[in-house]
């Protein structure tokens, strides 16, 4: 898989890969290899997602009532 692939050109061509495994009639070697690209697609888009969520700014109110921007702050499990 290409580096330079955007999170919404992968997003559909896992898309795609799901609809073929569901309709079409294929091999078992197809099969695998399909499946193998999407694993690799799913790994690339959640590590974007995260990628993504770490640089999350949440607009708040504070006690004035007046907006400033806060950087999302991730759940740590203790």
């Keep these: ?8 050109t992968s997003l559909k061509r ?3 890969l799901t609809k073929k495994l569901e309709s ?4 078992l070697d197809e099969s695998l290899q399909i499946f193998e690209e999407g694993i690799k697609l799913v ?3 959640q590590a974007k997602l ?6 999350v700014e949440i ?3 504070d006690a004035e009532e007046k907006f400033h921007l806060q ?3 991730e759940e740590t499990e203790d």
Excluded: G, Q, W
Excluded at 50 to 55: C, D, P, Y
């Design 1 to 8: 898989m290409k580096e330079n692939k955007s999170f919404e």
């Design 14 to 16: 896992l898309e795609a």
């Design 24 to 27: 079409e009639d294929i091999t």
């Design 43 to 45: 790994k690339f888009l």
């Design 50 to 55: 995260n990628e993504t969520e770490r640089k």
């Design 59 to 61: 607009l708040v109110k």
């Design 71 to 73: 950087d999302f702050e």
